[in-house]
């Protein structure tokens, strides 16, 4: 099976219908494309008897175990790096992407900033789903092509969502560690599409702190932008002028939250067209 | 800090400019440095070879009204750059 996006992809050899089905699980929503430049190859096991599961790549394991979640959660990594680590397609930023009334909103971030969490509750809000872990923003108007993969929520912010989402553990896949959610979960009608994005969200969870959504100048969105950025000795000049003009040309916000309910009266009061019928 | 000392900036630091803010960039770390006007104007003087005490008085000149603070800021904004590896003390 060849997955990817942005023109790299990965192949993977699959030992049976499990290993097909958990491709499938992963990565249904990520393109199809005619030729892509294979940048690694991988074989995935899952129908030994003792229920071990292992992936592999040249010979070398990368994943030996019972655990399904931490195998897909492998898999799903070794994509992405693969498939990012020498792509000079755009410039790729871990960032959760999402669509409200045909516009584009970044979610930028390291891991750990909540941008999954804060996605997989947009999404519950009626906001469509692109990513919930990087982008990559092609040409001159910074078209986002988006890593599509089910939400991976930590297992911290599951109580939080719970009630925004109902979902069976066969649906899911899950440990204490977390849950790969499939986003259609959230909201059944997906659209892929190519935007320019407009307004950029930086994340920021914080339990203890006051809800606030702060604008955020070009010459400070590019300083955290940088901190997200993933691919710059594969961009001429590192990138750094494309990623000015990105700062430049989109709004950029610091969304600081500690829980959910605070966030319509800010998004309403910030963004009327687009969340004026955000739930309270 | 010792006043008196010359600094040295990093050469690998790139400059880029938003209006009237300024980015300074390393593009071996990807990290950014946000700097507003006055820090800007420090990160010059540095660049033209003076010493603390030269950048205080010229900053002190410039904007006699600020007279009191400039000294306190002068120096906060350099330790921070040096921190972030933009600046470094000259050798003697």
Redesign the interface.
């Known amino acids: 099976m060849i997955v990817g996006f942005c023109n790299h992809a990965v192949e993977i050899f699959c030992d049976g219908k499990k290993a097909i089905k958990l491709l499938e699980f992963l990565c249904h929503d990520l393109p199809q494309e005619s030729s892509p430049h294979i940048t690694a190859r991988f074989e995935l096991s899952m129908e030994d008897r003792a229920g071990q599961y292992s992936f592999n790549k040249d010979g070398t394991s990368l994943f030996t175990g019972s655990n399904l979640y931490e195998l897909a959660y492998t898999i799903i990594n070794e994509i992405l790096y693969y498939t990012i680590v020498d792509n000079s397609s755009g410039l790729a930023l871990h960032s959760a992407a999402i669509v409200k009334e045909d516009v584009a909103i970044l979610l930028p971030g390291k891991s750990g900033t909540g941008k999954s969490t804060l996605a997989a509750w947009l999404l519950a809000q009626g906001c469509n789903y692109l990513t919930d872990e990087l982008v990559v923003l092609g040409g001159s108007d910074f078209c986002i092509i988006p890593f599509t993969r089910p939400l991976s929520i930590k297992s911290g912010a599951l109580p939080a969502l719970r009630q925004f989402v109902d979902y069976s553990l066969e649906d899911v896949i899950s440990d204490k560690q977390g849950v790969m959610l499939p986003h259609r979960m959230l909201n059944p009608h997906f659209k892929p599409s190519m935007l320019t994005p407009k307004i950029i969200l930086f994340p920021v969870y914080d339990a203890k702190s006051e809800a606030s959504l702060q604008e955020v100048?070009?010459?400070?969105g590019?300083?955290?932008l940088?901190?997200s950025?993933v691919n710059?000795r594969n961009i001429s000049?590192?990138g750094?002028?494309l990623l000015?003009d990105l700062?430049?040309s989109t709004s950029i916000y610091k969304l600081q939250y500690g829980r959910f309910a605070a966030l319509p009266p800010l998004l309403r009061e910030r963004f009327p067209a687009l969340f004026g019928d955000i739930r309270k | 800090m010792d006043l008196s000392q010359y600094l040295i900036v990093n050469k690998s630091y790139k400059i880029e400019q938003f209006g009237d803010e300024i980015l300074l960039y390393a593009v071996s770390k990807t990290k950014g440095i946000y700097l507003n006007q006055t820090a800007y104007l420090i990160w010059q003087l540095c660049e033209q070879g003076h010493s603390v005490n030269t950048i205080i008085a010229k900053l002190e000149g410039a904007f006699p009204e600020e007279q009191q603070n400039i000294s306190k800021s002068v120096i906060a904004t350099i330790e921070s750059l040096m921190d972030s590896g933009a600046l470094s003390v000259a050798k003697t």
């Open positions: 100048s070009a010459a400070r590019c300083a955290m940088l901190e950025y710059a000049q590192h750094i002028g000015a700062a430049r």
